[in-house]
């Protein structure tokens, strides 16, 4: 609780920040710009681990561990980088093969490597434990993308590539500053790099390459489908829609990066079962709360933050936020894995989800249109959490009740159907379901707000203690 609120303040903040410029971005970007700019960024995304060979995870993963040599493994873990780096841009002439992407190869190339930059900056400066500059640098990073968008934007009328150019300039900026302000250049100095930890650590991270691309697949491929059967303008709205369950991905994020350390601390503890079992309990009531919020307002959602043009967009959210509820869940049955290091179970069982989710794309989009390919997305996570369900227990063992699950999935996929059909009085048939959730999840719930101020109290009275001792 202690580094989710900590760890919650910089990212919810950041965050949400984002999400409050969706008004800029669909104001000065037409819904075929604004998917322009989305695939341009998340072509960069599928990109990322395969320019960094994936060593960002490993580097968090490795520097976590409280015997090692923080200073080596980020000596050997940046010689990596470097190399893979090179190779990228020794291969990135090939993406001119892509006929969507032409005039757009140079913003992709720099958007990829501005990333894994700062992501290797801030996955270290998180593994040593200092998660308030970790989340410093997140709010720092989301304020430069803010002045930058309003910069290149409105005052330039940049476009497509205004909108990319905010987030490489920024990503540079923040990890160019945690390398010379967090002292990770000493780091460097003093740390030495070491082969056989390099092998262990390409024997990490590789398999999460193919890992994070067929989540890409899973969470992105959608909108190439949707661009390709529906064509720009269709795509534009569904992209606009993906934004809003943002609140509910942010809300998971803020929990993982918490979860990562405590998982990783009790990976050897006599209670681990219990304790895993008693936080998914916590996790997974939240999870669906939060999702039946952001299906009621949906509405709201849209009015407040889009543009006029984009106001159709609200019909995919509902089934969108659903499937951002189990991607959730997955996220957290995949921390096992991390945990115990099988990272090819996580590419194994992404890669069922990744294939199911074209299947499905192929099959539903052509009958259902976009909404076909927010159902499609729905069914691959569903799939992937109940086979990472099954899987993880033989590693750890612990307790999933399976009837508060279902009952909680059964009132989620109740609210959303009386949403998307938009029945009379929608909103007060699906406010009726939500109360029956509270109810369902009224100990999650209870002992989360608890578990928050009992924190807030202890951070008041180390204040207080430490206030009295300087006077003293």
Known sequence: ??????????????????????????????????????????????????????????????????????????????????????????????????????????????????????????????????????????????????????IFLLRLDMGVYGFVLSVVVSDFIVGLLLLIFAGLYRDLAKGKFDPAL??????????????????????????????????????????????????????????????????????????????????????????????????????????????????????????????????ALTMFMGSVYMVKKKTRLSFLTSMIGALGNVALNFALIPFFGAQGAAVATLLSFLLVFLIRAMTVQKYIKFRVDYIKLSANALLLGGICAVAVAALPLWWVWGAGLAIVMLLVNRRELYDCIVGALGQLRVWRSRRENGGAKKQE
């Open 198 to 327: 390099m092998r262990e650590l390409l024997r990490y991270s590789l398999p999460m390459i193919p890992t994070t691309i067929f989540w890409w697949i899973t969470n992105v491929s959608d909108r190439y489908f949707v661009t390709w059967l529906c064509g720009d303008s269709v795509s534009g709205l569904y992209a606009a829609a993906y934004k809003i369950p943002t609140l509910l991905t942010l809300v998971c994020m803020v929990f993982y990066e918490a979860w990562q350390f405590s998982a990783v601390r009790d990976a050897e503890e006599k209670v681990q079962s219990e304790f895993f079992g008693r936080v998914f309990g916590y996790y997974s009531g939240l999870m669906f709360l939060v999702g039946s919020g952001v299906v009621l307002f949906c509405r709201v959602f849209v009015r407040l933050l889009f543009a006029p043009g984009y106001a159709g967009s609200w019909v995919y959210i509902p089934v969108l936020t659903a499937a951002a509820v189990f991607s």
């Open 1 to 150: 609780m202690s580094d989710t609120i900590i760890l919650g303040i910089g990212t919810f903040a950041s965050k949400a920040l984002v999400l409050l410029l969706m008004p800029l971005y669909t104001a000065c970007l037409l819904p075929g710009q604004f998917n322009t700019a989305e695939l341009i960024s998340q072509t960069a995304n599928l990109l990322i681990p395969l320019a960094c060979l994936g060593i960002t995870d490993g580097l968090f993963r490795f520097a976590l561990d409280s015997r090692a040599d923080k200073p080596t493994v980020l000596k050997t873990g940046v010689g990596v980088l470097a190399a893979a780096s090179a190779g990228f841009l020794l291969l990135s002439p090939l993406l001119l093969l892509i006929d969507y992407f032409i005039g757009y190869v140079w913003l992709i190339v720099l958007y990829v490597l501005a990333a894994n930059f700062h992501a290797a900056s801030a996955q270290y400066v998180r593994a040593c434990d200092r998660p308030r500059l970790f989340a410093a640098q997140g709010i720092l990073n989301t304020a430069l993308v803010i002045g930058f968008n309003l």
